[in-house]
């Protein structure tokens, strides 16, 4: 049974951080790519971050650039998002991606099969 369980998300005011993780069980990350997705209330979900298998290689969405940061311990097999200077803009439901299908460059929804169930996000201006 493949399983995705995020922790950290929480109440923060603009400027202030949080850390999110994403420990995944079974195959859903142990030798994957993974990412960071977020969806905002009435909008699509939309690419984060992602982090390669061994940690070596990132990529962001512009807008986190320079304030987020993903990364991953393969030794606890959990992935982490640090969020610097959050902004209300930044407030949805965040969600862990594994299992990427190899295919594409890891930002799409359709690249991963296997997913969290979410942590909330909420930046009070």
């Known amino acids: 049974q493949v399983q995705l369980v995020e922790s950290g998300g929480g109440l923060v005011q603009a400027g202030g951080s949080l850390r999110l993780s994403c420990t995944p069980s079974g195959r859903a990350g142990r030798r994957d790519t993974m990412a960071w997705f977020r969806q905002a209330p009435g909008k699509e979900r939309e690419f984060v971050a992602a982090?390669?298998?061994?940690?070596?290689?990132?990529s962001y969405t512009d807008s986190v650039k320079g304030r987020f940061s993903i990364s991953r311990d393969n030794v606890k097999n959990t992935l982490y998002l640090q969020m610097n200077s959050l902004k209300p803009e930044d407030a949805g439901v965040y969600y862990c991606?594994?299992?990427?299908?190899?295919?594409?460059?890891?930002?799409?929804?359709?690249?991963?099969?296997?997913w969290g169930q979410g942590t909330q996000v909420t930046v009070s201006s």
């Open positions: 991606a594994g299992g990427w299908t190899g295919v594409g460059r890891a930002t799409l929804v359709s690249e991963y099969l296997y």
């Open positions: 982090v390669s298998r061994i940690g070596g290689n990132t």
